[in-house]
């Protein structure tokens, strides 16, 4: 028997938590047409403003006692010590006794942020320094690559929190990047990754981002390998390797092991978790696509959030409310996912990006002090695609099926590609499909069409289907960086009510101890002994071991 069997989670039996639970039972019945046909007022009283993003929570199955008893079970809950232990450079990640303190990452020069009684900012800043430095040289064509070609193409090499963000980052800024060089992701352990990242690149242009907090990383080291094998292939050179790799790690000597010198390395710290870490060194890539200033209005965006975050009234605060709102719809209202749906090209990567954030972070099932949560639904998935993309293909089911699907639909009002009519044509979409759900369409509304009757339930829309809709003016650096922090700081309110750590991420290990033991058992020359898997993954090895010979 476990150690917590037989403890039950405290949350579940706090009064504010049974007063939601209760609201939720008691407002049930309640339709989004009832709410908004006795409310004229609703549209304004739930919408939120707050640096460059206008967040209207309207279309959310929340009455006017819904928040204020969200915001008492946050403040139950500890939500504000939480806060500022986090931003006091406590070890919030009691799992792995280690400070949080993305915040400290955008923070201004003068701002002091003390984890065991020292200032973070001026290492941070000085990272940030050395960053522009370098990104200056590669952009100016002063850094040459080993033949004394200028670099052309990044290829930023790096897994999971090493990669998600620098690439959503850059798909998403690509507008201000510099179109003279080319970029390119590789995180897939499968060759082929790395293969088509590298087919139509020049080694002698090329310059290599290895980014990896541990460098320790199975996936990353194989393709850095890779990555160093094609590159003397053609330069035949060691002292190559100096010209074309540069390391973001907090491990010196692994990099130094690997044969990257340390002068070409950017750190970060132990309290930089990898999810939370695209405005670390680990934007090395982000930086130097959009240059060193527009690097700082993102990490500025990033700031404002956290200011807003820490200061703004628990009832009027972005993050707060996001947050809360997820707790609502998954744990009280039962939906088991949330669909992430950018009306914006440039952001085809955010629902991905998300997935991390939100799911490694609260995809906890024990509590901070380990008991298992047996009584309460934690972390929803988190998935979504670009709009109008999702409307052909997914939208049906959001619209018509049995499942509750709450939305974050975003969108701009400005187009950062204007073309003739396609930014109100996008727009128009992401706005009616916000509308379609929530109001639906009602078997006499489908009658007065005409439909056959055979038809009518067809083409009915149940409606009551909730979202909010994130609306700014257009997309920059800095609005990036406040979007972003508004997720992360809302997963941390999530993390806070479900009494979770959504800093760590302990279930991502088991796989990776099974697979360093499975590697040697497909790659030996003898015929392994399989008795210690279970039957079926060992049937699996033997059938892949036979034909691969
Ligand atoms: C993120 C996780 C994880 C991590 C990768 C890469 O929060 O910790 O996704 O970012 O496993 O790790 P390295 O940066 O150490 O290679």
């Given amino acids: 028997m476990s150690p917590s069997a037989g403890r039950r989670s405290s949350r579940s039996s706090l009064p504010e938590w049974q007063a939601v639970a209760d609201h939720a039972r008691a407002t049930s019945h309640l339709t989004l047409r009832d709410l908004f046909a006795s409310d004229p007022t609703r549209a304004q009283r739930l919408a939120f403003e707050a640096c460059g993003l206008f967040v209207d929570h309207s279309k959310q199955r929340v009455t006017e006692g819904t928040f204020p008893l969200l915001v008492r079970l946050a403040e139950a809950c500890g939500l504000r010590d939480r806060i500022d232990a986090m931003f006091a450079g406590h070890r919030i990640n009691t799992t792995e006794n280690r400070a949080v303190l993305h915040v400290a990452l955008r923070a201004p020069r003068s701002e002091h942020v003390l984890v065991d009684g020292e200032d973070v900012v001026p290492g941070v800043h000085e990272v940030l320094a050395r960053m522009a430095a370098f990104c200056d040289r590669v952009r100016g064509g002063e850094w040459l690559g080993h033949t004394g070609k200028r670099i052309r193409a990044i290829v930023n090499i790096g897994i999971g929190g090493s990669d998600l963000g620098p690439v959503m980052a850059f798909t998403a800024l690509r507008h201000y990047a510099d179109r003279g060089l080319t970029f390119r992701f590789v995180s897939n352990v499968d060759g082929t990754d790395f293969a088509e990242a590298v087919r139509d690149l020049d080694p002698a242009e090329t310059l290599f981002v290895v980014s990896s907090k541990t460098f320790t990383t199975q996936e990353t080291l194989a393709n850095a390998r890779s990555a160093r094998a094609w590159t003397l292939a053609a330069l035949r050179d060691e002292a190559a390797i100096a010209r074309h790799f540069v390391a973001v790690s907090t491990n010196a000597a692994e990099v130094a092991a690997f044969g ?91 629902p991905a990006y998300l997935q991390q954030l939100t799911m490694e972070s609260n995809g906890k099932r024990v509590t901070l002090d380990g008991t298992v949560i047996d009584d309460y639904e934690t972390c929803p998935i988190y998935w979504g695609e670009p709009g109008t993309n999702g409307q052909h293909s997914f939208y049906q089911l959001i619209h018509q099926g049995t499942r509750i699907i709450p939305c974050d639909f975003l969108g701009f009002v400005r187009s950062l590609n204007p073309l003739g009519r396609h930014h109100d044509l996008l727009m128009a979409n992401c706005f009616a499909q916000a509308e379609a759900l929530a109001f639906g369409k009602t078997a006499d509304e489908v009658r007065a069409d005409g439909a056959a009757e055979s038809l009518v339930s067809h083409k009915t829309f149940p409606g009551n289907r909730p979202s909010s809709t994130i609306l700014a003016e257009v997309l920059t650096p800095r609005l990036l960086g406040s979007l972003v922090a508004l997720y992360e700081h809302a997963v941390f309110v999530q993390g806070a009510i479900w009494d979770v750590n959504p800093f760590d991420q302990w279930g991502v290990e088991l796989g990776k101890v099974l697979a360093n033991r499975i590697v040697p058992e497909l790659e030996g020359t003898d015929e392994p002994s399989l008795g210690h898997h279970d039957p079926s993954t060992a049937s699996l090895i033997r059938r892949y071991r036979h034909g691969r010979r």
């Fill in 260 to 350: 990257i010198d340390t002068d070409a390395m950017f750190g970060f710290w132990d309290w930089v978790g990898g999810r939370y870490s695209m405005d670390s060194a680990i934007g090395l890539s982000t930086m130097l696509a959009i240059g060193p200033e527009r690097f700082r209005e993102l990490l500025d965006g990033f700031h404002a959030m956290d200011v807003h975050f820490r200061t703004a009234d628990f009832a009027q605060n972005l993050p707060v409310l996001h947050g809360l709102l997820a707790v609502w719809n998954s744990t009280f209202l039962g939906a088991a996912t949330i669909a992430v749906l950018p009306y914006d090209q440039y952001l085809a990567r955010f």
